[in-house]
Structure formats: C-alpha cells, structure tokens
C-alpha cells in the first residue's frame, strides 16, 4: 500500500524533469521529489509511475519509494515562483511523492553495472511499454554505489488512448524500437530470463498496488476505477504469459 503523506514545505521546482516535479518536506520528516497530479502529462503517468514502481521492486531492481503526498491549499497559495504556483494550484489533494535520493547523480557506464542487473532493467521496461529510458535520459541514478530505477512516468504508454473501452487483443503493443534504450546490447537475454523474471513479478504485490492508486487517477479508463486497475492487471497478466510478441518485436 502506498503510505500518506502531508506536504509541510514546497522547497524548490527541479528544472531539469520536463513536468516540472518539485522538492518538498513532509510532515514525516521526509524530502520527496513529487511529481504532480495538476502537471501537464496527466494522471495516468502517476498511475503508470506507481504500477512499474511495484513490478521492478518484485524482480529486484531498486526504485526510491513511493507515496502519496497531500499538497494543502496554503503552500501553493504561498509560493512566490509563478510557474510553480499555477501547478500546485492544479495539484491541491493527492499527488506523487518519490523518496529524494540525494547525492545522486545520473548513471553514464553500463561497464559497471552486471549483466543480470542491465538485462532485468531491459525486460522491465518491454514489460511495461516505457521507453524513457535512453543515453539522452537514462532515468537511471547511482546512489551509494547501486543503481535505481527512476522515472517511469511513459511507461504502459498506450494507456493515453485507453477509454471506455479497451481492446485486449492489442495488449501485445508496443513492440518497442529499443536501438537507443541503454540496456538495448542485452536484448538476446530476453527468452532465457523471462520465466524467472515472471516468477519474480508474481511476487509483487499489484492488488495493493492497484488499491491503493487514487480512483480519481484512474478516471476515463474502463467503466469505472475497479474496472480500470482491472484493465492494468489483465495488461501485465497478458504481456507476461505470452511474450512473444514483444520478444519477437525487438528491433535494432
Ligand atoms: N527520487 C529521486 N531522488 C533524487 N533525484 C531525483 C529523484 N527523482 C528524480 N530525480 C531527479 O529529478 C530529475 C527529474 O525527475 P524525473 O525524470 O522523474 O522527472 P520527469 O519530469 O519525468 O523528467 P523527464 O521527463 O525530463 O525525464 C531526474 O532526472 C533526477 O535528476
Ligand atoms: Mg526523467
């Protein structure tokens, strides 16, 4: 389940991610990189954040926790910096909150990380559709010597098309152009560690996950929230009994 949280101080609007996600203080004392639920790119890419969050945890790749933060009217109403207002005006309630990993700094070396590590990312990410995962942006920080996941906002990609109805038969899409994911020299690895990958992912706890996603996150999707968390369930259970599809898709 994903803990509560109440924003205490909004610290500063981090430039460099395109949705303008900010620095914030909690009320538990923590500091948070939140992406918020007002921002541009939509709800879904929260949604998409939380669900790819809980399958890399269950293969073993690390990702900071996630929580949901309420943002209280006041800290938007207060913030001096224009841009930044106008989005916490839009994200007064619930948004996203990723534990701030600080120190950190962009992962530029495959070399150094193993080779069951680089595949497991790379088979995440066919998994789950996400393909913001380039030299350009990695998405990927090193943080005490072990690398973690980040950003996983463009993942289930064609979930932006997702409506009242949604046609399973296309759950083997995308098949995705991995010629510039950074991990891409591992692809032959796919078939042998799927099984095991699967195994793994079974682990994961996607019902709480999916519980615990806000039903107003989750809107548009199916004929009602239940139906939607239904919808990202049968997606994954899809992709992972059959993966041929995506296996066979593969193209550098
Ligand atoms: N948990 C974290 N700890 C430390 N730094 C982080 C964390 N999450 C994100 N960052 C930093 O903030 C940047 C932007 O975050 P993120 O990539 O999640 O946002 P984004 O808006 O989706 O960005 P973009 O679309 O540009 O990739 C990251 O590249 C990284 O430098
Ligand atoms: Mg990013």
Request: charged share 25%.
């Amino acid at each position: 389940m994903l803990e509560h949280i109440i924003a205490t101080r909004y610290v500063l609007p981090l430039r460099e991610g395109g949705s303008l996600p900010g620095l914030m203080e909690a009320d538990d004392l923590g500091t948070y990189i939140v992406k918020f639920s007002g921002a541009g790119q939509g709800k879904r890419v929260l949604v998409a954040e939380i669900i790819a969050a809980a399958v890399a945890r269950s293969i073993g790749l690390r990702t900071p926790d996630l929580k949901l933060i309420e943002l209280p009217a006041p800290i938007a109403k207060y913030e001096a910096d224009e841009e930044a207002q106008d989005l916490l005006t839009a994200s007064i309630g619930l948004n996203l909150a990723s534990d701030f990993l600080p120190g950190s700094f962009a992962f530029d070396d495959g070399g150094k990380i193993s080779a069951d590590e680089s595949a497991k990312i790379l088979w995440l990410d066919l998994l789950i559709g996400n393909p913001d995962r380039t030299w350009r942006n990695p998405n990927l920080l090193m943080w005490h010597r072990d690398l973690w996941c980040i950003d996983h906002g463009a993942a289930f990609y064609p979930h932006h098309g997702w409506g009242e109805a949604v046609d399973p038969a296309k759950f083997d899409r995308p098949l995705m152009d991995i010629a510039t994911h950074v991990m891409a020299p591992y692809a032959d690895e796919m078939p042998a560690i799927h099984e095991q990958l699967v195994t793994l992912a079974a682990t994961a706890p996607l019902s709480e996950t999916l519980e615990s996603i806000p039903d107003d996150w989750l809107t548009g999707i199916g004929r009602d929230p239940q139906d939607a968390r239904e919808i990202y369930r049968a997606y994954l259970a899809a992709r992972m009994a059959d993966p041929t599809p995506w296996i066979a898709g593969l193209r550098r």
